[in-house]
């Protein structure tokens, strides 16, 4: 009876983690979950669909063309056309404001105007002093035509000319190996033809992202003052 009451004390003891279930052989497996469907485990990331923590391959989303061409100087005939003609001016007399209002459009209101306009200014103005042509700006501007295209996912240059010419299939199909010549081909882009390029990237921002300034198309409430008002003598 001592035996039987010490075992019972043992087994209703708190310290003790409570009976789960039946032992499981040491030969048998537990029974796992099931996987999840592809379509349960499927996120997206910047707009490139994950499936599983891994992306998936470039053909399954084609890239998009750039709205207009690097040299549609004056754009297309559509509602951007007056837009259109805005950025070729800003391009040819002034690239240092339109490059700062293609940051802040892009950074939707996180970068300021000055924060992107006075730095190329700066080396718009070393580059012409010192060696007679703008060389240092488009270092200083071309990651945000690789932020663009890859915003948008946009076709880059190396994977148009690839397309138009039909050679080195291999080396598209290899993402990391595309992007590392994707990039150094914006950077040759900014080099060789800086207005064109920045006019590109102006249209392009202009059809797809609003002014940060402008309010949207949102209603505004006004509020009034209460007038002045007097008290009359009663009758």
């Given at each position: 009876m ?18 789960v ?9 537990a ?27 470039a ?14 100087c ?46 190329y ?15 240092l ?12 295209r ?52 102006g ?16 209603s ?16």
């Amino acid at each position: 009876m001592g035996a039987a009451a010490d075992n019972h004390e043992e087994e209703s003891s708190p310290l003790l983690p409570a009976a789960v279930g039946p032992a499981i052989p040491a030969d048998e497996k537990a029974p796992q979950a099931p996987a999840p469907s592809p379509e349960a485990a499927k996120l997206y990331a910047d707009g490139v669909p994950v499936v599983m923590g891994e992306p998936v391959a470039a053909h399954a989303i084609p890239r998009e063309s750039w709205s207009s061409g690097i040299l549609s100087c004056l754009g297309r005939n559509d509602e951007f056309c007056s837009s259109d003609v805005e950025v070729c001016l800003l391009g040819s007399v002034a690239p240092c404001v339109l490059y700062g209002s293609n940051v802040e459009r892009l950074a939707a209101g996180q970068s300021t105007f000055a924060n992107s306009c006075l730095p190329y200014t700066g080396l718009y103005m070393l580059g012409n002093s010192l060696f007679g042509w703008n060389c240092l700006a488009p270092w200083f501007s071309h990651p945000t035509r690789t932020a663009i295209r890859r915003r948008y996912n946009l076709e880059g240059s190396f994977e148009a000319f690839t397309r138009q010419c039909g050679c080195c299939g291999g080396l598209v199909e290899d993402e990391e190996r595309r992007e590392h010549l994707e990039a150094a081909c914006d950077l040759a882009t900014h080099y060789l033809c800086h207005p064109c390029a920045l006019c590109q990237e102006g249209r392009e921002l202009r059809r797809r992202v609003p002014h940060p300034g402008f309010n949207n198309g949102r209603s505004v409430f006004v509020m009034m003052p209460p007038m002045e008002q007097t008290m009359g003598r009663g009758m």
